[in-house]
């Protein structure tokens, strides 16, 4: 497969890799019930949309089988400028559309 496509800078960026990656972000929810992967139908079963299969869900945390991994926390800059946290943290800021 090969894509290509350009960022919001314009720049052209080519894909070769037969398994691409994507990250949808939404709103880490508490538990099962506050998902918006999350289904039940009219005879009780909760689906997760998320693992694509029936499972039990829960209402007072999130399983650990739970495919959804939270962001990870920014890196904490200091009086010595860190190249890797600097580019981490705005990583981190383009996945969540978020500016300083």
Same mark, same amino acid.
């Given at each position: 497969?090969?894509?290509?496509? %350009?960022?919001?800078?314009?720049?052209?960026?080519?894909?070769?890799?037969?398994?691409?990656?994507?990250?949808?972000?939404?709103?880490?929810?508490?538990?099962?019930?506050?998902?918006?992967?999350?289904?039940?139908?009219?005879? /009780?079963?909760?689906?997760?949309?998320?693992?694509?299969?029936? %499972?039990?869900?829960?209402?007072v945390e999130r399983q650990p089988w739970c495919p959804l991994k939270p962001l990870p926390h920014?890196?904490?800059?200091?009086?010595?400028?860190?190249?890797?946290?600097?580019?981490?943290?705005?990583?981190?800021?383009?996945? %969540? /559309?978020?500016?300083?």
């Amino acid at each position: 497969m090969k894509a290509e496509w %350009t960022n919001r800078d314009n720049l052209s960026i080519e894909t070769t890799s037969q398994n691409s990656k994507a990250i949808l972000v939404i709103d880490m929810p508490r538990n099962c019930w506050g998902c918006p992967c999350n289904e039940v139908d009219s005879d /009780g079963m909760s689906w997760c949309n998320a693992l694509a299969k029936n %499972t039990i869900h829960s209402n007072v945390e999130r399983q650990p089988w739970c495919p959804l991994k939270p962001l990870p926390h920014k890196l904490q800059a200091d009086w010595y400028t860190d190249g890797y946290k600097e580019g981490f943290n705005a990583c981190l800021d383009e996945i %969540t /559309g978020e500016t300083e």
